[in-house]
């Protein structure tokens, strides 16, 4: 089992810079790869970004260049840095474990229980 908490979500103005954490905890939890995705209301999950176990990154199109996934192995926890935000990038952010890395949210196993980000215009 991993377990999962976000934290670092808040309200900013466009063109502001947010970093997100989520902290994993469980025996196994940094063989797994990491994600975050985010889902607005009424729309569903999104891809965001993603980090494998090796530490390669993968982003959606929409946040390449602006954000970035890292990972503290000692922490067992990954960021997301968010630059140059967007009221577009207004969602609840979700970080999630898996095998592997995907952009696919049936892929991870394990979620938290999301963070709140709301970029005002």
């Known amino acids: 089992q991993v377990q999962l908490v976000e934290s670092g979500g808040g309200l900013v103005q466009a063109g502001g810079s947010l970093r997100l954490s989520c902290a994993a905890s469980g025996r196994t939890a940094s063989n797994y790869a990491r994600g975050w995705f985010r889902q607005a209301p009424g729309k569903e999950r999104e891809f965001v970004a993603a980090i494998s176990w090796g530490g390669s990154t993968y982003y959606a199109d929409s946040v390449k260049g602006r954000f970035t996934i890292s990972r503290d192995d000692a922490k067992m926890t990954v960021y997301l840095g968010m630059l140059s935000l967007e009221p577009e990038d207004t969602a609840e952010y979700y970080c999630?474990?898996?095998?592997?890395?995907?952009?696919?949210?049936?892929?991870?196993?394990?979620w938290g229980q999301g963070t709140q980000v709301t970029v005002s215009s």
């Open positions: 999630a474990a898996g095998v592997q890395p995907s952009p696919y949210p049936g892929s991870y196993e394990f």
